[in-house]
């Protein structure tokens, strides 16, 4: 079945980078749309990027523009997410989902981001 | 950019009633652009509905959703003690996607 695993998170001070990993498995990786999604604690969910099967579709949120950056590897079945300047309102849970027509039909159990001084 | 504005934020209610969750999008929506998407404590968000009104793999028949333009609905029409959870619309666009901030379902 889909599994997608997320790796990286962790404490980072204010102004540093970090690169989230999201290992796919159980599905066809290469031909789904796939997307970060984060959650601040106890607040609502907040799309952060999408990128498309072949790469050439990129896209982001207002809040993360210039500062994050989407990829993958399709032939190691992997999505990423270059975060640099973070900032403390970057703190949050990261999910990475696969996409299917705009919808988020299976997400990961999420990585811990901290952004603090 | 769509702007979701999920009501109520809070709905207290009691296994077996029925409970109707409403987003309201700042600008027409298509109708094969919006989901719902179930989320407890400590776990991933689950989608629930697709399409305005489509149920994913394995979600029971008790959920339905509705609507077009700016106004949709979930209903859950007889709430089950694993029901009470928060709840939260999607939209996409060729652009970017969007949340509500959350409808939260609590035991009365």
């Known amino acids: 079945q889909v599994q997608l695993v997320e790796s990286g998170g962790g404490l980072v001070q204010p102004g540093g980078s970090l690169r989230l990993s999201c290992a796919a498995s159980?599905?066809?990786?290469?031909?789904?749309?796939m997307s970060w999604i984060r959650q601040a604690p106890g607040k609502g969910l907040e799309w952060v990027s999408y990128?498309?099967?072949?790469?050439?579709?990129?896209y982001y949120a207002d809040s993360v523009k210039g500062r994050f950056t989407i990829s993958r590897d399709n032939a190691r079945n992997s999505l990423y997410l270059q975060m640099n300047s973070l900032r403390a309102e970057d703190t949050a849970v990261y999910y990475c989902?696969?996409?299917?027509?705009?919808?988020?039909?299976?997400w990961g159990q999420g990585t811990l981001v901290s952004v603090s001084s | 950019e769509i702007v979701l504005t999920q009501s109520p934020g809070t709905l207290s209610l009691s296994p077996g009633e029925g409970a109707t969750l409403s987003c309201r999008a700042s600008?027409?929506?298509?109708?094969?652009?919006l989901a719902w998407y179930q989320q407890k404590p400590g776990q991933a968000p689950r989608l629930l509905i697709y399409?305005?009104?489509s149920r994913a793999t394995g979600i029971p028949d008790r959920f339905s959703g509705s609507g077009s333009g700016t106004d949709f609905t979930l209903t859950i029409s007889r709430l089950e003690p694993e029901d009470f959870a928060m709840y939260y619309c999607?939209?996409?666009?060729?652009?970017?996607?969007?949340f509500g901030q959350g409808t939260k379902v609590e035991i009365k």
């Open positions: 999607q939209q996409y666009d060729s652009s970017g996607r969007a």
């Open positions: 399409a305005t009104s």
């Open positions: 159980g599905f066809p990786f290469r031909i789904f749309y």
């Open positions: 990128i498309s099967s072949d790469s050439y579709y990129i």
């Open positions: 600008q027409s929506v298509s109708s094969s652009s």
């Open positions: 989902a696969t996409e299917n027509w705009g919808r988020f039909d299976s």
